[in-house]
């Protein structure tokens, strides 16, 4: 296919990024003589907006995942170079939202599992439609997103297969369902890319084991971090929840779409089967494609029960109907809109309600307003919430501990440490930087590693 590309010039408030398709790149001109070179535009020395260029000397050149921050504004990564091959980790938008733009490299093929490819529709045109209401351009637009879609080849786990002179294959990440590890063997490397990780076993997956390697590149989100136990974690949040309903109130709790939203209905089916659930939100839609790739869901029978024992919400009458439910799950994670902030301004006025945030919540989000200010803005008015907020991690990326022992077990020679901010990476650092020689990217430098 051949396809013609228009300038298109992004306008970032916090200064300005001229975003050229086709026409500029920072990525180095001169060629890969030996070793490896891994190439960040987005993700190196912060959190989300991932995207690396990995080649050597063959020729061979590979992208890794290519997302983009959902922050107000959106973070975009730099412009990618040519290439033939993607492989995308995961579905979440940090790492899968600017993938569409990659169709103007003529045949380009996106690898991953048969579930990322399956949800990549939903996350892209979710994507293209918040940009259009909050009034964000992309560098894409609906018909790259239709040949993005014809663009994707799907692997099973510990399948091998060849881009350039080079074998891959994928693992379990452990961070989602779905979500892979990339191996790659190259004539003088065998590279691992961790992707978003977690070694533990979560609700609905499974978690990632060791692989070992010369490279380790390894997500460093939590370093310097200790997650509390994941089980205890879970039942705090039954508990709040049954004191809500027991009050009389309705337990809010705005949950991440893919992934998060279904773990926190099997925790409730598990520990509170009696409890009134209604689930709302793009998680309703991407939780359908679960069901078309059972294989890659922990224990899919139990998850069945779990579905049907829920009460799915998909109309404006269902919505009011969820208003008088125990407890209302829904987008979206950072209260930065979906349907959470209309069951916030309906629910707010009465104090036995309460929100339960199970994340993460990003800097100028909703979530961390709220919980800062306590002040939100719903509708474009700044509104004061009175109600009772409770903040539980159910984080789905390794702690400090687990990633320390998943990078000793991988016993690489070299590890690059990204996605993450840098206090993560500096305590990981120090602990291992003896043991294994640490690189510490940033965006736009390249990392070359010989031996």
Not at 25 to 33: A, D, H, R
Request: aromatic content about 8%; overall charge neutral.
């Amino acid at each position: 296919m051949d396809i013609q590309r228009p300038h298109v010039f992004i306008y970032i408030r916090r200064g300005m990024v001229l975003y050229t398709p086709g026409q500029t790149t920072g990525y180095p001109k001169t060629k890969v003589v030996e070793g490896i070179r891994f190439h960040y535009l987005g993700g190196g020395n912060e959190v989300g907006n991932v995207g690396c260029v990995i080649e050597d000397s063959t020729g061979t050149r590979l992208l890794i995942d290519y997302g983009l921050a959902p922050t107000r504004p959106p973070k975009y990564p730099d412009q990618c170079p040519p290439i033939t091959d993607a492989i995308i980790t995961h579905s979440h938008i940090d790492h899968i939202g600017m993938v569409p733009w990659l169709t103007q490299f003529n045949n380009v093929k996106f690898h991953g599992t048969s579930l990322t490819a399956s949800v990549s529709e939903i996350m892209w045109r979710d994507t293209y439609k918040v940009s259009k209401i909050e009034g964000y351009p992309l560098t894409w637009d609906k018909r790259d997103l239709e040949y993005a879609l014809d663009s994707w080849i799907t692997h099973d786990y510990e399948q091998w297969f060849n881009v350039g002179a080079w074998k891959c294959r994928l693992h379990r990440a452990g961070h989602m369902p779905g979500a892979a590890m990339v191996e790659i063997e190259t004539p003088t490397h065998r590279i691992l890319w961790s992707g978003d990780l977690d070694t533990r076993d979560s609700p609905n997956t499974i978690g990632a084991k060791p692989v070992k390697c010369d490279i380790l590149c390894l997500e460093a989100t939590y370093g310097g971090k200790v997650h509390p136990d994941r089980t205890e974690e879970e039942h705090r949040l039954v508990s709040e929840v049954r004191k809500i309903v027991e009050r009389g109130g309705v337990a809010l709790i705005p949950a991440f779409a893919s992934g998060r939203g279904q773990d926190i209905l099997r925790i409730l089916h598990r520990d509170a089967p009696y409890l009134n659930v209604h689930y709302d939100g793009m998680g309703t839609r991407l939780t359908k494609k679960w069901f078309e790739n059972p294989e890659h869901i922990r224990d899919i029978k139990t998850f069945e029960n779990v579905w049907r024992w829920t009460k799915k919400v998909s109309s404006k009458s269902d919505r009011k109907k969820a208003l008088h439910a125990d407890v209302i799950v829904t987008t979206s994670g950072m209260l930065d809109g979906g349907p959470a902030l209309w069951y916030l301004n309906r629910l707010r006025s009465d104090l036995s309600n309460g929100i339960l945030l199970t994340g993460y919540q990003a800097e100028n989000s909703g979530g961390r307003k709220l919980l800062e200010e306590g002040r939100i803005s719903i509708f474009g008015n700044l509104t004061k919430i009175d109600l009772e907020i409770n903040q539980f991690q159910l984080s789905n990326h390794a702690g400090h501990v687990q990633l320390r022992n998943f990078a000793l077990a991988c016993n690489p020679k070299n590890m690059i440490l990204f996605h993450a901010p840098e206090e993560s990476r500096n305590v990981i650092f120090s602990e291992l930087g003896q043991e294994i020689d640490i690189h510490l990217p940033v965006n736009g430098q390249p990392i070359h590693i010989i031996s």
